[in-house]
């Protein structure tokens, strides 16, 4: 189709018979066109079922329907072997609330199913965070004593990614090579994401805004969001991307997403240093070198079924190197 | 004694004797008063003798010799179940190179002593870098290419640590609970890094100076160098600290050194839970939800013996909130 | 349909058609009734096209379509919260050869696609295999020397599982808690696999014979050859199994796959400490002191997308204890 | 000197002075000759604190002062480089109790020190166990129901090691390349153990009795006893022994000692790869294939700083072939 789906214009019964569980597996519900906009919108990762303090997740939330994304769309030209590039151009807080919680068993600080012990479950509680898009702010409340603290806004989406390779269909609640529940905070507003295109027309979901993330997601579960999101979509044509890369004006990085995490941390790491080759003719050694001295290295989460580790280098050093045919600048110039 | 020792005044024989290669089973060399400047120089962790592209570590060095370390000063006053506060004031390369290098089945993208594999080492290289002071510039030149890039010059110690517990002694390449071979760029100058005493005295060491370092430490070398190095020392009476801990103006920083790499992310952030339990009073599930979602996660090392992940977060967010009874404002202002 | 379908009366090409090569996604071929023999077979890994020592399987083989499965079969009766019970009552190589190779990035003493450095791939070799049913002999044969090694043959199947849950589909080269590619010598005849039931009809299949495997399976492929496999099955209505179980004559084992490999290890023994309380009517403390004394511990696969660790404990120990309503004795006795 | 010391002759007092903490930094408290025999006695880890079901160890127990081990002796002869073989005659249970518990925060299944959680403590409980030596059986009685279960006895040495190399002071709860608290139950009577020396004489040490255990000692703790242990040494000259190896009448092992888990099977299946080469004069890649198809896997320990993993392949499968210049077979005959 032309025209692209606007999301918010669907009567809300509409809208929830569209939201997917998984990446992979489903049919697309619209078709992306190359350069143009994108508005949709999001539901938080409870699809807006904990909206008090007293709503636990494990109480009114289904596991099988956690984390709802947003798509999948049909972006036309898009071709395995091809990288997608997906350029969020605004993504704002649809509410004036946030809602975050411990979950059993779930989180980086808790036995887990996999790190299987024999612990009683934390408590399991909910925090309700206040919104002030115009302040730029989001306001923790202590459950337990009288202290408010105001947090910077800064909105992102955790989940975003493409149908996996090998017919393989994948919960919205995992990352992976196909982007996926990534939980990053570097996935921002001005970031392009970019994927590789395992089957035709690449079928792009995303989802799990939050209004502010830390580094590592320890909890399992940052300020979560419904969000109102602009984006638009290019394709790299015969450009491999194995891992999820992302570029805002400022950084190029790579993400890996394994266990243990220091395999999260080798495979952005490796990413990067054969980025590097590619972009300044060097030999494997001497990026290998270079990334070593310049990379940052935030980690995304901790909590999910992998964990995701970003490797993220600052484009002023290398002042005049164009990544990806230039589709940053392009996507976000429009 | 009263008097700190300028190590730097002594000749370089007697310096060299000095050097030590082990945090515990060492006699202090100096004593250290509380409040008293420390000017000294270290070596760099090749003790000097990688001078060249020429210079290959496998067979300039001797395996049992490496990362030399200045110290151990006994710390007046220092006793088991303190804390030791130690503030770098100020840390200069010492001359107008560094040196960076691969070495064999050492670094986070290769087979390992412990990722035991079958493959065969990587080549080993050796990288000489420009260090430009006035110009606060570190020249990285490819050894395979013409492509040179400058790159900021932030000077900081890979290594600071005092003696174990448990009468152990341990090689300067490791770090643990007792601080050690951290490799963290936050150990830059204005910090104050924050060490468990479990002897009287504490034992204080510190070398491994790095011209800058990305995070994670990758190929396992940053650009190391020799440093003129001021620091100055408290105790905090009566505060145990289980794990290293740093801060600065700007924030308060937890560490922790473990495989795999997600348990030093969970040391690093339960004791961030810890910490701000007790500066906010919080419960620890409040204290939990907080760290959620304000933490940075700034990787240090993947590829020393342990790896080792920091947990930052920003002092802004708390005004008036006092850590170590005030001891990082005493320190930076003599 | 009430007659169970015998695959080896289906001509080649028509077999060929019904492999698969996921849990989850694909439509039953048949109905297994309860009780009653299914005698069928599987192809190898490398669905016959690694048969010379020249066949390389990054040559011959797509990647695509590794480890083809038989199946997937629907289970009158199963339904979710079930358990569903394999008994293996023989499998025996269908041919007088094995294979085995190394695989570019896979297996345990290699880097691999997580495990992510920089080194070039292992040299790909194949070894082909004698096997010797009437003496129960598997021939190795030195590649690079005269030397060949007489080994016992010990048929078993590495891949066995259902479809996964949360709408899941995961390709056959995985292990998880559906069971699918676990790759222990432990699921040999004679033993019955317990398996979660996932969704109606559980949707059984399975393959990857190997006529032989190290535990561990450290280079990634065993003595990989087709199959004539005889199971009968049951289901255990109302019990829930968390992740894949086996008994033996001998032994009771549970399993986890997982990632690190600590992790695999919890998971298994937390399995074993719950059954044993529920087996013995024991607490949770009482319950892991007796598995911590009693458990053999045999590495599964430390080669898969995640590892599998088999927890196993001697019968004998618990005279008259019977477990699973006591399936095991009533399939081995059909 | 000459005579062996006997340990079991040296009053209480005298005994109990002579216990040492560490592998390294501790004087020899005897010399052993080479294939005399030395018996002597061992306590159990607690130093025998720990003796009723309501003594718990993090009450009545020095955490500076657990797993006392027997020794330093220096070995005539060893010089780094060499391998130290210690061949296990007996081990007998010098008391006809044992004792395990549960240790806070220690264990395969609880939060740990190093993988730091927000978890209270899981309970800490005391079992005590009736040894019978004449039967052979071990008793486990349950402390919060009737179940007892008589068991094998299977006596073994957890801990057993030389003085680590890099000058480091280890303590004795920790296993490395070194040996030390490996605690498999391969180290049985009828063991010879191989061990890298690396500094003159070696610095043998052992203790840490089980009288049985299971793989993994789950709990972190084994029914632990004191032992009287009867063995002997040689010196294999020249013949490095990266990591410690174990040799029996059947088998030869590999072991290695990290974290995470997987990293510990590599280093032992690299181990057996490396020695199978030797012993078969083998190319590594056929070593690989070969070590795939024959290795027995079984976990030690995974409760200890790092885990033990144990590679073990059944020597009948190489006729003739002979390991370590026959040394096995030599101190098993005296």
Redo the contacts between chains.
């Keep these: 189709m032309l025209r692209p789906l606007m999301l918010h214009e669907i009567d809300e019964e509409a809208r929830a018979s569209s939201l997917v569980?998984?990446f992979?597996?489903v049919e697309p519900v619209a078709t992306l066109l190359r350069g143009t906009d994108l508005r949709t919108s999001t539901l938080d990762c409870f699809a807006g079922l904990v909206r008090r303090a007293e709503d636990l997740p494990s109480v009114v939330c289904d596991?099988?329907y956690l984390n709802p994304q947003t798509g999948p769309f049909y972006v036309e030209g898009a071709r395995p072997g091809d990288t997608l590039a997906v350029h969020f151009a605004s993504i704002e807080p649809r509410h004036d609330w946030g809602v975050?919680s411990?979950v059993p068993f779930f989180?980086?600080?808790?036995?887990s199913r996999?790190?299987?012990?024999?612990?009683?479950a934390?408590?399991e509680?909910t925090?309700i965070y206040d919104l002030d898009s115009a302040e730029g702010q989001?306001h923790?409340r202590?459950?337990?004593?009288g202290?408010t603290?105001p947090?910077p806004l800064d909105p992102m989406h955790g989940t975003v990614g493409v149908a996996p390779p090998?017919?393989?269909?994948?919960?919205s609640?995992t990352p992976g090579s196909w982007g996926g529940n990534m939980d990053t905070p570097e996935m921002r507003a001005g970031a392009t994401c970019y994927l590789g295109v395992n089957v035709e027309g690449a079928l792009l979901s995303f989802g799990d805004g939050h209004a502010?993330?830390?580094?590592?997601?320890?909890?399992?579960?940052?300020?979560e969001c419904a969000m109102d999101t602009t984006l638009r979509v290019d394709v790299v044509s015969g450009v491999v991307t194995p891992w999820p890369r992302i570029e805002t004006d400022d950084h190029w990085m790579t993400t890996?997403s394994?266990?243990?995490?220091?395999?999260a941390?080798?495979?952005a790491?490796?990413?990067m240093?054969r980025w590097l080759e590619d972009l300044?003719?060097?030999?494997?050694?001497?990026a290998?070198?270079?990334?070593?001295?310049?990379?940052?290295?935030?980690?995304a989460n901790?909590c999910d079924t992998?964990?995701t580790?970003v490797?993220k280098v600052p484009k002023a050093?290398?002042p005049g190197v164009v990544a990806m045919h230039g589709v940053h600048d392009a996507l976000r110039r429009p």
């Design positions: 569980y998984t992979g597996g596991p099988r975050s411990t989180g980086a600080l808790t036995a996999d790190t299987a012990l024999l612990h009683e934390l408590p509680r925090w989001v923790f202590a459950l337990d004593s202290l603290v947090l090998l017919g393989e269909v994948r919960s609640l502010r993330q830390g580094e590592g997601e320890s909890c399992g579960v940052a300020v890996g394994a266990k243990p995490l220091e395999d941390f080798r495979i790491h490796t990413q240093v300044l003719d060097l030999s494997t050694m001497d290998y070198q270079l990334v070593a001295q310049v990379a940052l290295t935030p980690v901790v992998v964990y580790v490797c050093f290398f």
